[in-house]
């Protein structure tokens, strides 16, 4: 996987709570992007994410860094629109220190280096984030620092031939000209023209 320099998640995660605060508790059942994922299960996987990422930036390693993602095994808990929010936050403050892209650490069960663990962090957030408001008909403007970032490390993944273990789908083309987070969406495999299907 390819590296990337310091990024600040505090404002991309701001931008993630506040799509969480708006998911309405009818629509935990709706599909997203990830046909593995409903959005409660989405949510319930950004929990889980952002907790194995804040512990791999402060290289507190055990369980929460050692299990890899399964989709079959996310719960959301009851009190998730607190939770979810406080977490992201632990996560974006924990990777503002200078020694978490440093060194090694793991995640997913995982070793990698900490510069590395920092960019799949950024995707992460950028990427479920378009997700999450796909899902449920939100406007989505990413930071932009994370954006770019989110960008340069797909497509060096891709150019590579570096599709992260198979955490990625196959390539979706997307115009050149199409927007930076169209491009990003399409490099991750997934189709930015996704909408939630209509009901029969």
């Given at each position: 996987?390819?590296?990337m320099p310091f990024v600040d998640?505090?404002?991309?995660t701001r931008?993630?709570?506040?799509l969480v605060a708006e998911v309405p508790d009818a629509g935990l059942a709706?599909?997203?992007?990830?046909?593995?994922?409903?959005v409660g299960g989405m949510l319930g996987h950004l929990m889980g994410l952002a907790v194995a990422f804040r512990d791999a930036a402060r290289k507190d390693l055990g369980p929460t860094t050692d299990t890899?993602?399964?989709?079959?095994?996310?719960?959301l808990p009851g009190a998730w629109r607190e939770e979810l929010p406080r977490v992201l936050g632990e996560l974006a403050g924990a990777w503002q220190d200078p020694a978490a892209w440093t060194g090694m650490t793991r995640a997913g069960g995982v070793d990698l280096p900490g510069e590395v663990a920092g960019a799949v962090a950024v995707d992460e957030l950028v990427i479920h984030g378009w997700d999450l408001a796909r899902a449920t008909g939100?406007?989505?403007?990413?930071d932009g620092a994370a954006l770019r970032a989110s960008h340069a490390f797909l497509l060096a993944a891709a150019q590579e031939g570096d599709r992260g273990g198979g955490?990625?789908?196959p390539v979706v083309p997307v115009p050149d000209d199409a927007p930076l987070l169209d491009r990003a969406v399409g490099l991750s495999g997934r189709d930015p023209g996704w909408v939630p299907p209509t009901a029969p």
């Open positions: 996987m390819t590296a998640l505090t404002e991309q931008i993630l709570s506040r709706g599909p997203t992007p990830c046909p593995e994922y409903t890899a993602p399964d989709p079959a095994g996310v719960s939100r406007a989505y403007v990413p955490i990625f789908g």
